[in-house]
């Protein structure tokens, strides 16, 4: 009879153990759930792409290229002068810096830079006008390579020094995708 109690105890107390196990991990996912979401809430617009849709894919169409409108403080990416495939919040040139208007060329690119007398510098460069001086880019970045928020709220007014600034993951698509020599229209 004694073995039978301490067997049933036993088998009680696992069982209890088994259930505490399962309550533990279904309040572990739904914690963990919902830091994701919570984080996923949290990423700022001016980090995530411009449009809810998948960027174009510029292998299906040979004659895209970019247009920038100072105007709507828009870039586009065009598939022909009517046919816009996808359009961008951009920050080109404050009045007293103005970004160049005109028709150029993708030149050369790169990851990051940063600017020691203007005390900003930004990611993913892709370079329109004199090989490194007017660029497609990121939202700042300081010293540290900390985006700055209050510039980067700017986005969609004029604001920048003559680039044209872009959301992050924006200026990370056309950093990977936009291929050299691509015509780039500013307007």
Known sequence: M????????????????TVGITAS??????????????????????????????????KKHKKAFIKVSIAKQRVYIMASKKKV?????????????PTPKGTFHIQ?????????????????????????TYLFHSVPVNAHGKYVVNEAKKLGKRASHGCVRLRVADAHWIYSHVPYKMKVVIH
């Open 2 to 17: 004694r073995k039978t109690k301490v067997f049933i105890a036993g088998l009680l107390a696992l069982l209890g153990l």
């Open 25 to 58: 991990t279904t309040t572990t996912q739904t914690a963990t759930a919902s830091a994701k979401t919570t984080k996923a809430a949290k990423t700022p617009s001016w980090k995530q792409p411009s449009e809810k849709k998948a960027y174009p894919n510029l």
């Open 108 to 132: 050369n690119r790169g990851t990051h830079f940063y600017n020691a007398s203007s005390k900003e510098g930004a990611n993913y460069w892709t370079s329109f006008k004199y090989w490194g």
């Open 85 to 97: 495939l996808y359009t961008m919040i951009c920050s080109t040139g404050k009045k007293s810096s």
